[in-house]
Structure formats: structure tokens, C-alpha cells
Nanobody, 124 residues
């Protein structure tokens, strides 16, 4: 069974940092585009960041540029998201996703595998 499992979420004060990780099982995602999305209560799931399978190309939502950094790790933990200078509006459930297409896309429907999400809450 193919699974992606996020970890590292939690409660943090505004201005603080968190590091999210994504663990993979059931297959290797070393040649997949990996992405992070988030969904706040009452809102649609939105793109946060993505990285190519080589790690050479990254894309970020404008709202997180300069504060978040996506990086590749090893085959069992294919992607991380370092989140700095967190704001209350970053509060959401964060999802790891994998896309077999080599294009680094922001389009949610392009991603083939999803984790269950991890809650990030930023207090003011």
C-alpha cells in the first residue's frame, strides 16, 4: 500500500518556525515531483511549494516566498518543508503530495498521491 505520512506540525507563536517532513512507504518517490499543499477551515486546498525530482527546480506560492523552503531528503523521507516567520494566516492542515509527471506544477489535480495531513496552528 502506497502511503505518504506527514509529521512535524504543531502549535507555534507568530514569528516562530516549524519543519514538516513527509515519510513514504509502499514505493519510492525519488523520481516524483513532490509538493506541499494546505487547507484552512472553510477554504479550498491551496498550493504551497513543490520541488522537482532532481531538487534543481522549486516553486512557491507568493504568500510563502522568502519564508518557506522546500527540500528533498532521502527515498523514505522524500520531502521537507522548513517554515520560518510563521503568521496566523499560515494556520491550516498541511498535506504532502507526489506527482509522477516531471513538470513542477502548482495544480492540485496533477498530484497522484496524498498524505493525510498534519495540523499547523500559529497563534498571534
Amino acid at each position: 500500500q502506497v502511503q505518504l505520512v506527514e509529521s512535524g506540525g504543531g502549535l507555534v507563536q507568530a514569528g516562530g518556525s516549524l519543519r514538516l517532513s513527509c515519510a513514504a512507504s509502499g514505493r519510492t518517490f525519488s523520481n516524483y515531483v513532490m509538493g506541499w499543499f494546505r487547507q484552512a477551515p472553510g477554504k479550498e486546498r491551496e498550493f504551497v511549494a513543490a520541488i522537482s525530482w532532481t531538487g534543481s527546480t522549486t516553486r512557491y506560492a507568493d504568500s510563502v516566498k522568502g519564508r518557506f523552503t522546500i527540500s528533498k531528503d532521502n527515498a523514505k523521507n522524500p520531502v521537507n518543508l522548513q517554515m520560518n516567520s510563521l503568521k496566523p494566516e499560515d494556520t491550516a492542515v498541511y498535506y504532502c503530495a507526489a506527482n509522477r509527471n516531471p513538470i513542477v506544477t502548482m495544480t492540485r489535480d496533477s498530484y497522484d498521491y496524498w498524505g493525510q495531513g498534519t495540523q499547523v496552528t500559529v497563534s498571534s
